[in-house]
């Protein structure tokens, strides 16, 4: 039986890896599919920023998430959310669906006006649409035309208090891991140097330049984990026969 089906898409070309395991059964066999996948995911969200991968029926979502949070010795920080397209009269004004309703969702990465976003966003559809793609954007394009210097020096705050502070927060952070942490929302964050100003202004006109992958969580099971620190992430517009469309949504690591 098949478990596990992971994809590593580029722009130009897709690898793909089934592995074979049955779950009930802790012997060589599940320990052997466990190494593969975890090679595997480790080696696409380094070479891309995200893997795409297939929760079949005999994977639950908590497994699936389980053994996400295992492979990636990340703790869990959030479990499964509901996601639903909802019209801007329906949602918080100060949500995306408030704003945006059914429309396109800005590039982003989740949890940006937070210190401390949390590293992987995993989304999962219960109700999939082949008509709502998920755009994604790789950070290091945008850091190699503006330059490290320039967004590291670049700071900026959040638009409204986050439990209850207004931290200033750098658009690339060190991290003592050795990783970088580039946070992007316009609508949540604003520049309050000129510094953060201008590396702003250069996200915002480099954007629509980027070259994006436009994945598709088209069936129940279809996945991805994406790197939080990396990659910026959207939703396009949602059309009268996709609103029935439900993703779930959880998160992996620390957060504050």
């Not at 949890?111 to 992987?120: F, G, H, L, S, V």
């Not at 082949?130 to 670049?154: F, M, N, Y």
């Not at 900026?156 to 946070?183: I, K, N, T, W």
């Amino acid at each position: 039986m098949t478990l596990w089906i992971i994809e590593n898409p580029t722009f130009k070309s897709v690898e793909r890896l089934a592995l074979e395991t049955y779950p009930y059964q802790m012997d060589q066999g599940i320990q052997k599919a466990y190494e593969n996948g975890s090679v595997a995911i480790f080696e696409a969200l380094n070479r891309y920023g995200y893997c795409s991968f297939e929760c079949l029926q005999y994977a639950t979502p908590e497994k699936a998430l389980s053994f996400l949070s295992d492979v990636l010795n990340e703790r869990i920080f959030s479990t499964w959310a509901a996601l639903t397209p909802t019209a801007k009269s329906d949602a918080s004004p100060v949500s995306y669906s408030g704003m945006f309703g059914y429309g396109e969702f800005p590039l982003h990465s989740d949890m940006a006006n937070w210190k401390m976003p949390p590293r992987y966003l995993v989304l999962m559809a219960k109700r999939g649409s082949p008509s709502v793609q998920t755009p994604i954007v790789d950070s290091a394009w945008l850091v190699a035309r503006i330059g490290k210097t320039e967004l590291t020096r670049a700071l900026v705050q959040p638009r409204r208090p986050v439990r209850g502070m207004l931290p200033l927060m750098r658009l690339l952070e060190p991290r003592a891991s050795g990783q970088s942490l580039f946070r992007w929302d316009q609508t949540f964050i604003k520049p309050v140097s000129p510094a953060g100003k201008s590396a702003f202004d250069s996200v915002v006109n480099l954007l629509e330049q980027a070259p994006r992958f436009n994945f598709c969580l088209d069936k129940a099971g279809s996945a991805i984990v994406i790197d939080n620190w990396r990659m910026l992430h959207g939703r396009g517009a949602v059309a009268k026969d996709s609103k029935d469309r439900e993703v779930h949504r959880a998160y992996l690591g620390e957060a504050a």
